[in-house]
């Protein structure tokens, strides 16, 4: 028999206090009709507002604001989309649904996101985007991948789903791109349960989304349910804008404790063979998923290390596979080997949850320790 007195730890849980229940309840009782979009209005003009952004529109989930977007830069058959192979799938499948192919390059050793020494190696007379994804809140190096995007005259898509709450040299994750991609999913830094957002500063680019977003009716349309292009329904409901009204309300609190939590795990793993996320100077992580890497000199069995943290109550989530491994329609940009078809290996993604106290983050680096040397 299982022991029913071990305390349960999550890889991550959201923080949900009264006030988002209150926003919840306000929106369920009187968000209709008239209203029902109120929410909605107001959490995008906060999110915007956060981020210093000139538009945004909330959507259903991440991965449809960059089905729009992609599907907005004009993304089809024949055309070549760079992203790192290490990766979730969410960021490849839009790639894949507009029919174009994810070209995947290798990532670099210290942030673990694409590296852009081989991102403008892999560049062709089909590459129509460059997708910089940052990892677990580490950011990707901006400047170098907007230079290659300049010179080449090629868009560089952020996709910040995971790196709420990081800053980039001055600037918020998913800022700087042609358009950004954030998650609200029930596991991310703040959470609407389900959700996403779409962000950019150009207005052109904001219109076409707008529309697409909206089953294809322009915002000036006037005629009623006239479709003036075919689009998507990737829209957010106003219960979950609501939720995510008050999480940004609280949204420097939520960084602050995702920052703790590291940075307890920073103290208590310094002296062992590992990496943990990285801050390059100028910048800021958001730390959202706490991950480390073992040297590669140190022989090292993830799952066995998967499994002493189960039987303590403890889940914890395994480094993203290679998705050169993956049978999807894409392809690496080399026959080389990639640190990304090897790191996953000796990679894990620790607990990270708002409700984890020092006691249980000590309990995780004990069983680390326990799994390098015993």
């Known amino acids: 028999m299982s022991d029913i007195s071990i305390r349960k730890i999550p890889y991550t849980k959201p923080s949900i206090t009264a006030l988002e229940v209150q926003y919840a309840t306000d929106a369920a009782a009187n968000g209709w009709g008239e209203h029902c979009y109120d929410y909605i209005v107001r ?51 839009p790639i894949v649904h507009l029919g174009a192919t994810p070209v995947f390059v290798d990532i670099l050793p210290d942030s673990w ?13 089909k590459t129509k985007a460059i997708v910089a994804v940052h990892l677990y809140g580490n950011l990707c190096d901006m400047d170098a991948l907007l230079a290659i995007g300049e010179r080449h005259g090629i868009p560089v898509i952020e ?82 804008a609501a939720i995510g009204c008050a999480q940004l309300e609280r949204v420097d609190e939520l960084v ?42 140190y022989s090292f069995c993830r799952d066995l290390l998967l499994d002493r943290l189960k039987s303590k109550g403890v889940d914890a989530r395994v480094f993203f596979w ?32 708002y409700c984890m106290s020092t006691e249980d983050i000590e309990l995780v680096c004990n069983s680390v320790r326990e799994a390098l040397f015993s």
């Open 159 to 240: 996709d910040a789903a995971e790196a709420v709450g990081s800053v980039y040299h001055g600037k918020r994750a998913g800022s700087l791109g042609c358009f950004g991609a954030f998650s609200f999913h029930g596991t991310k830094t703040i959470t609407t349960g389900e959700g996403g957002m779409f962000v950019t500063n150009d207005p052109n680019l904001y219109e076409q989304v707008l529309t697409l977003s909206n089953h294809g009716r322009a915002k000036g349309q006037i005629k009623q349910f006239w479709p003036d292009m075919v689009g998507f329904k990737y829209k957010m409901s106003n219960i979950q």
């Open 43 to 93: 959490f995008e003009e906060a999110f915007k507002a956060h981020l210093g952004v000139k538009y945004a529109i909330a959507t259903s989930s991440c991965t449809g604001a960059l089905h729009m977007g992609m599907h907005a830069l004009g993304l089809g058959p024949g055309d070549e989309v760079i992203m790192a192979d290490t990766n979730w799938i969410a960021t490849a499948a």
């Open 113 to 125: 996101c694409l590296d852009p020494e081989q991102v403008e190696a892999a560049i062709t007379p």
């Open 322 to 353: 290679p998705l050169s491994s993956i049978n999807i329609k894409g392809r690496k940009a080399s026959d080389e080997p990639f640190l990304s078809e090897s790191i996953y290996t000796r990679a894990l993604n620790l607990p990270s949850s």
């Open 256 to 297: 602050s404790l995702k920052r703790n939590i590291f940075s307890v795990y920073e103290e208590r793993l310094f002296d062992l063979p590992l990496n943990l996320n990285n801050q390059p100077k100028g910048c800021f992580n958001g730390y959202w998923m706490p991950t480390m890497v073992l040297h590669e000199e």
